[in-house]
Nanobody, 121 residues
């Protein structure tokens, strides 16, 4: 059972940046696509970005394209989400997950506990 722990969330003003990290408990991290999802209060969980096992492929939600960058370091069993030019609408709990290359949450088997990101205007 792979365990995931997110970190790096916090409060920032609009236009600022944050870097989220997702640390996995074991080497199995490298066997899976890593995805980031987010959930704002009163809204459904939504896809943010994903990166393939070897980092050869990435995908982004249109709402974050050009502002967020997903990456991973399999040697460290860790993934990242660099978030730039943050907007108030980016405010949400951000979750990392491991699974199959997809923007659908049902395709992901392992989830972290989430980290809060708050962007003020």
């Amino acid at each position: 059972q792979v365990q995931l722990v997110e970190s790096g969330g916090g409060s920032v003003q609009a236009g600022g940046s944050l870097r989220l990290s997702c640390a996995a408990s074991e080497r199995a991290f490298s066997y899976y696509t890593m995805g980031w999802f987010r959930q704002a209060p009163g809204k459904d969980r939504e896809f943010v970005a994903c990166i393939s096992r070897s980092a050869g492929g990435t995908a982004y939600a249109d709402s974050v394209k050009g502002r967020f960058t997903i990456s991973r370091d399999n040697a460290k069993n860790t993934g990242y989400l660099q978030m730039n030019t943050l907007k108030p609408e980016d405010t949400a709990v951000y979750y990392c997950a491991l699974g199959s290359y997809s923007d659908q949450s049902e395709r992901y088997n392992y989830w972290g506990q989430g980290t809060q990101v708050t962007v003020s205007s």
